[in-house]
T-cell receptor
Framework: GESVGLHLPTLSVQEGDNSIINCAYSNSASDYFIWYKQESGKGPQFIIDIRSNMDKRQGQRVTVLLNKTVKHLSLQIAATQPGDSAVYFC????????????FGKGTTLSVSS | EPEVTQTPSHQVTQMGQEVILRCVPISNHLYFYWYRQILGQKVEFLVSFYNNEISEKSEIFDDQFSVERPDGSNFTLKIRSTKLEDSAMYFCAHSFGDGVSEQYFGPGTRLTVT
């Protein structure tokens, strides 16, 4: 999950806006991807995941898009709220239990009201 | 989301001392992991553990580190002789088992080596 080119270390948005956080992953063999949210002083919190046989998956207010051709992952947050302010990490892995998650560099999302 | 707990929340130790970090497992979780995060940096994988054996480890996980699950209870990470650069947040994570990859993280232990 190294973030190259499209990675922004910080993103500032207004409450109610949509946020898009990008991540470029490094391993072509990776077939499982997760987005985590990390608030200050806490552990990573699972947001949403996607397997390589999909290119889009939706959750509650969040959507993950996967482009395997360019090894790009994005997290879209709809109607961003102040409580969404945190550091967001993408992680890549093989789609099997017990394998390491490789984390990318985080993006700090700041939401102002 | 299943909750993972870790103790202590903060550990201060002197260089060269041994530390043991503990993770309280969730009963139906089969896979356990340790990760660390140096302040301001990304989360790094250390080791995964299944059926009382290490299944995968990173370059960081050298001979100074060990893991065990004594009596099938707490999952522990031991650092035998701490160095200043071991100062970091250490996170335990769990996942259910085969075919299910989501890893759930604990709140972490902040280790400070002085």
């Amino acid at each position: 999950g190294e973030s190259v080119g499209l990675h922004l270390p910080t993103l500032s948005v207004q409450e109610g806006d949509n946020s898009i956080i990008n991540c470029a992953y490094s391993n072509s063999a990776s077939d499982y991807f997760i987005w985590y949210k990390q608030e200050s002083g806490k552990g990573p919190q699972f947001i949403i995941d996607i397997r390589s046989n999909m290119d889009k998956r939706q959750g509650q207010r969040v959507t993950v898009l996967l482009n395997k051709t360019v090894k790009h992952l994005s997290l879209q947050i709809a109607a961003t709220q102040p409580g969404d302010s945190a550091v967001y990490f993408c992680a890549e892995s093989l789609n099997q239990a017990g394998t390491a998650l490789i984390f990318g560099k985080g993006t700090t999302l700041s939401v102002s009201s | 989301e299943p909750e993972v707990t870790q103790t202590p929340s903060h550990q201060v130790t002197q260089m060269g001392q041994e530390v043991i970090l503990r993770c309280v497992p969730i009963s139906n979780h089969l896979y356990f992991y340790w990760y660390r995060q140096i302040l301001g940096q990304k989360v790094e994988f250390l080791v995964s553990f299944y059926n009382n054996e290490i299944s995968e480890k990173s370059e960081i996980f050298d001979d100074q580190f060990s893991v065990e699950r004594p009596d099938g209870s707490n999952f522990t990470l031991k650092i035998r002789s701490t160095k200043l650069e071991d100062s970091a947040m250490y996170f335990c994570a769990h996942s259910f088992g085969d075919g299910v990859s989501e890893q759930y993280f604990g709140p972490g232990t902040r280790l400070t080596v002085t």
